[in-house]
Nanobody, 120 residues
Framework: QVQLVESGGGLVQAGGSLSLPCVASGIIFTIYTMSWYRQAPGKQRELVASITLGGSVNYADSVKGRFTISRDNAKKTVYLQMNNLKPEDTAVYYC??????????????WGQGTQVTVSS
């Protein structure tokens, strides 16, 4: 059973920083793209940032220059460093990963989400 577990969310003032780690566990052969999504109340879930196995990154325009995604393949972990946070960054942040697991089955997995709240 593959699981993704996020942590690091919380309440922070505007201009502050948070770091979100997401750890994958279970029988895992390969983790391809790892991503962070977020969903604010009343809005659709949106892609925040993604990073491929080779390290290529992609960011939503709204977070470019403020957020940094990185990964540690040995630790099966993806990180989202969020700086200069704004109230509009308030959302539940979800980890997503494309994983090859037991039986060479390849599927997309989601974490349970972690709440980030930015006060003005």
């Amino acid at each position: 059973q593959v699981q993704l577990v996020e942590s690091g969310g919380g309440l922070v003032q505007a201009g502050g920083s948070l770091s979100l780690p997401c750890v994958a566990s279970g029988i895992i052969f390969t983790i391809y793209t790892m991503s962070w999504y977020r969903q604010a109340p009343g809005k659709q879930r949106e892609l925040v940032a993604s990073i491929t196995l080779g390290g290529s990154v992609n960011y939503a325009d709204s977070v470019k220059g403020r957020f940094t995604i990185s990964r540690d393949n040995a630790k099966k972990t993806v990180y989202l460093q969020m700086n200069n946070l704004k109230p509009e960054d308030t959302a539940v942040y979800y980890c997503n990963a494309d994983i090859v697991t037991k039986g060479w089955s390849r599927n997309e997995y989601w974490g349970q989400g972690t709440q980030v709240t930015v006060s003005s």
